[in-house]
C-alpha cells in the first residue's frame, strides 16, 4: 500500500513588534478521521521544509519557528503499515537516522522553536514535539504519548533522551515504560502540562492564535518556562537506581517474555550519561532490530485488529434494525450486577434500575454505585454535577414489576440455567412487547436459557467481563431464535457503553472462558498429574499473561473456577478434565495465593496447595514441557471453535482474548502465537 505522504507546509506569520515566525504545518490532506503520520515521503518533506527554515533563521530572516498540525491531529508518529512491511535491518536504520537527522535540525535551529500540539501526538509525533524549544497543548487533546513499547519498539527519534532529560527519570519511566504497558495508556493536555511534557495548556477553539501571543510573550521575556537543571553524579546514581527498579518490576511482570520494555530501559538508563549523540546512535541501532522482529509485526496486527476490526465487528446486523433503548433494568444487585448497572448509568446516560430479590442486597447495591461514582468524583474523572446525575440515575427495588416499563433487562445473577430461566419466565410476565431480554452468562446455553418462553427472539447474550469499568469486551451472543432487532440493539448496548463487541454463535463458553478454561484446566490436569506448584507456576511465564494461573483461579475463585468447569466439561467433553484437588480445595476453603483484599499479578501462590494435588499416576512434567501442553491444547480448541463456527473467522478469537483476557500485544493474538509456536498449522486460521 502506498504511502499517503504528510506535508509539511510552510507560511510566514507576523508577529507584532518581534518580526517574522516560519510556521510550519503538517497535513496529509484527509479529513480530520486520519491522523497524520510520517513515512518515508512525510518525514522527506519534514526535512525539506525544516532545512529551508533553518537556513533563513541562521539569516537572520526569521525570529523563530514553530510546527503544528492539522485539525485534532498533530502527528502519530511513524507510518505503521509502512514500518511492518520493512523486512531488512538496513532498511529499519534508514527510518531511524531519517527521524533524527530532520528532527535534529529543529532542536539546533538558531532561533526558539514551539510545537503547537492541536490534536493527537504520538510516537514520532510526540518525539517531534519534544524537539522543539518550547510547546503549547490544546486542553482538549486526549492522547498524548510515547506508545511505542505497546507495539513491539522504542521511541525512536529521540524520545528515550529527551524525555528524562525534560521532565525526569521517574516520570519519564512512566511515559515510556509503564503506561505503554498499562493497556497503551494516554495522557490528556492536563496531565502532560503536568509532567512537564507540554509547557502549556490553551483554549482549544483559538489554539493556533493563542499559541502564537504565547511564543511572543516567551520571546519577548515575559515567560520563562522552567527546565530542570542538568544533572550530577548524584543524580547520576539516582537517576540509575530509578531504572533498576523500573526494570524488576518489568521483570516481575513480563519475566523477559518481551523485548521492547527490557530495550526501552536500557536506553534510558544510557541518557543518563547526557550524551546526546550516543543515545541516538543506539536508538537507531535498537529500532533497526525491532522494526524487523516478529514481536513488533504480532503488535502491529493486535494494533489493527484492536483499532479497525474492533470499531466494526464482523457479523452485526444493520444499527437501523435496533431499537432505542432508553431505560435499563438489571435482574440482581450483587458486585456484577451493579458495575452493569453503573456503566450504563454513566455511559449511556440512562435511568437504571436494579432488581433484587433481599431488600438488603438491593440497598448493598445501590451502596455500591454510590460509593464507586463518589471515588471517580475524588480522583477528579467526573465533576460534582456529573456525579450527582449519575447517582439520580440508578434506583433499586425488590419488586418485579418495576421492570415492566424498561426497554432493556439484563439479568446478572447466579451462574445456574435454571436460574435464569426462572428469571426469565417471570420477566416475560411483566415486560413490554418490545423489551429486548438480555443475559451476562459466561458460559451457559442462550438458547436454552429462552426455549420455554412465548418469545424467545428478544433474548440476546451480552457478556460484560469483570472488573466491567476496566475490561473493554462484550461478546454478543445469538441464540438459535434471537431476532435481528435484539441482535442488533445488542451491539447498539455494547456500543453505547464504550465496549468493543465480537459476535459470537451461542457455544459453550463464548469465546473467551472457554479458551482460558482450557488453559487452566490443563495447568490444573498437569498438577495432578505430580507436577509440582513452581514447576506449573512458572510454564507460562515466556507468554507475558497479565497473570499467572494461579493468580487468575483465585481472582475467579476456586467454587466459580471449578462449577465452570463442570459446566464446560458436561458440554464439551473431558478435555475439560475433572479436578479432585480444586474440589477439595473448595471445600477446605483454600486459597491457591496469598493475598490482602483482591488477588493481584504479584500475589504469591501458596506452596501448601500441592497437598491437595496428584490424584493421578501420571509423571510430572518440566516447565517447557507443560507449554507446550497448554500450546496444544489451545490450538485444539481454535481450531474446533473455528470449525463449529463459533466466530466467522480467527481475528475474532485473537480480538476476544486480547480485549477479554489481556493475551499480550506483543503475541499478536492467539491464533498467530500458536501458528509461530508450531501448534496450529498455518492454514487453519486465517
Known sequence: MSERITRALVRDVQLEDLGTLALITLDNGLDFTKPNTLGAGGMASLREAVEAVAARAAAGEIVAAAVTGKPFHFAAGAD?????????????????????????????????????????ALGGGMELALSATYRT????????????????????????????????????????????????????????????????????????????????????????????????????????????????????????????????????????????????AAENDALADLIVSPEFKAGVYAFNLTSSRAKRPVGAPPTELARPVRSVGVVGAGLMASQLALLFA????????????????????LGFVRAEVAKLAEQGRIGTDEANRITSLVTATTELADLADRDLVIEAVFEELDVKKKVFAELETVVGADTILATNTSALSITAMAADLAHPERVVGLHFFNPV?????????????????????????????????IAVADAPGFVVNRLLVRLLGEVLGALEDGTDVPTADAALRPLGLPMGPFQLLQLVGPAVAMHVLDTLRENLGDRYPTSPGLARMVTDGAAFVTYEGRPTAASPVDPAIERYFGSRSGRAYTAPELLDRVGGALAEEVTLMLDEQVVSDAADIDLGMILGAGWPFHLGGITPYLRRSGHLPRDVAS
Open 137 to 280: 497543548v490544546a486542553g482538549s487533546v486526549r492522547n498524548l504519548g510515547l506508545p511505542e513499547v505497546f507495539l513491539g519498539l522504542i521511541p525512536g527519534w529521540g524520545g528515550t533522551f529527551l524525555a528524562p532529560h525534560l521532565i525526569g527519570i521517574e516520570k519519564a519511566l512512566a511515559v515510556v515504560v509503564e503506561n505503554p504497558l498499562r493497556n497503551n495508556r494516554q495522557l490528556k493536555a492536563d496531565e502532560a502540562v503536568g509532567l512537564g511534557l507540554m509547557d502549556v495548556a490553551l483554549e482549544p477553539a483559538d489554539f493556533l492564535a493563542e499559541s502564537l501571543r504565547w511564543s511572543a510573550r516567551v520571546l519577548r521575556g515575559q515567560i520563562t518556562p522552567t527546565r530542570p537543571e542538568p544533572i550530577d553524579d548524584t543524580g547520576r546514581a539516582r537517576w540509575l537506581e530509578a531504572v533498576d527498579a523500573a526494570r524488576a518490576k518489568v521483570d516481575a511482570r513480563l519475566q523477559g517474555a518481551a523485548p521492547a520494555p527490557y530495550v526501552a530501559l536500557d536506553l534510558l538508563a544510557l541518557a543518563a550519561d547526557g550524551d546526546k549523540d550516543a543515545s541516538f
Open 80 to 120: 505503521l503499515k509502512a514500518a511492518a512491511g520493512i523486512t531488512t535491518t538496513e532498511q529499519a536504520r534508514e527510518i531511524a537516522e531519517a527521524g533524527h537527522d530532520a528532527y535534529r535540525i529543529l532542536t539546533d535551529m538558531a532561533v526558539p522553536t514551539f510545537a503547537y500540539v492541536g490534536g493527537v
Open 469 to 501: 469499568a476496566q475490561m473493554p469486551l462484550v461478546e454478543v451472543i445469538r441464540a438459535e431464535r434471537t431476532d435481528d432487532a435484539a441482535y442488533a440493539t445488542a451491539f447498539a448496548v455494547a456500543k453505547a457503553s464504550g465496549k468493543s463487541a
Open 346 to 365: 454513566r455511559r449511556m446516560r440512562v435511568p437504571v434500575i436494579m432488581r433484587d430479590l433481599d431488600a438488603e442486597r438491593a440497598e448493598k447495591g
